[in-house]
């Protein structure tokens, strides 16, 4: 039973513009939310968070929005550079544990 | 400052056979944990640790299990390996609950 949803497996943007990774939940007891990127061979790295009574986190090109009462978040990167491309990874506190979505692979072309 | 450590990168055990996954981390982190990955899947939950001798399962805990004498370390055992525990496993620490999670770089395991 998958808590934490990422539905698009892939997505590719073009150098210097947008990318929107999605991300839906359902519990409502989340109450911290993170993003990873993940290279291959390699294990996840922190990329932001957002508490849950927050709807906005930015950090340089990354921006996590939170809507509660979609139960969704979505996280935008302006502009993308191809050295964003990576597996992102959706993740969500409950407890002492974190819950994480399948990821999405971000493909970033020149 | 060497973060979350595991060894080895890489095994291929035979069907039936155990071994012992090391994690180790150096930033004094309450919070460990145990993932395995899938091709095309997330990270799932095997077991985590709050704290030296605390362990609770997760998602999948089933032929795994786990210790923690110190802060330091969460090793990770397989006893009678099985096809179906060929995965990449991560280790993960944190402070504690509501702050990110730090992963080692993974042991990629393949049982034949």
């Known amino acids: 039973d998958q808590q934490v949803k990422q539905n698009s497996p892939s997505l590719s943007v073009q150098e210097g513009r947008i990318s929107i990774l999605n991300c839906d939940y359902t519990?409502?007891?989340?109450?911290?939310f993170l993003w990873y990127k993940k290279y291959p061979a390699e294990g996840p790295t922190f990329l932001i968070s957002?508490?849950?009574?927050?709807d906005k986190n930015e950090d340089g090109r990354f921006t996590v929005f939170l809507n509660k009462s979609a139960k969704h978040l979505s996280l935008h990167i302006v502009p993308s550079q191809p050295g964003d491309s990576a597996v992102y990874f959706c993740?969500?506190?409950?407890?002492?544990?974190?819950?994480f979505g399948k990821g999405t692979s971000l493909l970033v072309t020149p | 400052n060497a973060g979350v450590t595991q060894t080895p990168k890489f095994r291929i055990l035979k069907i039936g056979q155990s071994m012992t996954l090391q994690c180790a981390q150096d930033?004094?982190?309450?919070?460990m944990y145990w993932y395995r990955q899938d091709p095309g899947m997330g990270l799932k939950l095997i077991y985590y640790?709050?704290?030296?001798?605390?362990?609770d399962k997760g998602e999948v805990p089933n032929g795994y299990n786990v210790s923690r004498s110190t802060t330091e370390d969460f090793p990770l055992r397989l006893e009678l390996a099985a096809p179906s525990q060929t995965s990449v496993y991560f280790c993960?620490?944190?402070?504690?609950?509501?702050?990110?999670?730090?992963f080692g770089q993974g042991t990629r395991l393949t049982v034949v």
């Open positions: 640790s709050v704290g030296a001798g605390i362990t």
């Open positions: 519990n409502s007891m989340f109450d911290y």
């Open positions: 993740a969500a506190n409950s407890g002492y544990a974190l819950n």
């Open positions: 993960a620490s944190r402070v504690y609950q509501g702050t990110e999670a730090f």
């Open positions: 930033m004094n982190h309450n919070y």
């Open positions: 957002i508490s849950s009574i927050k």
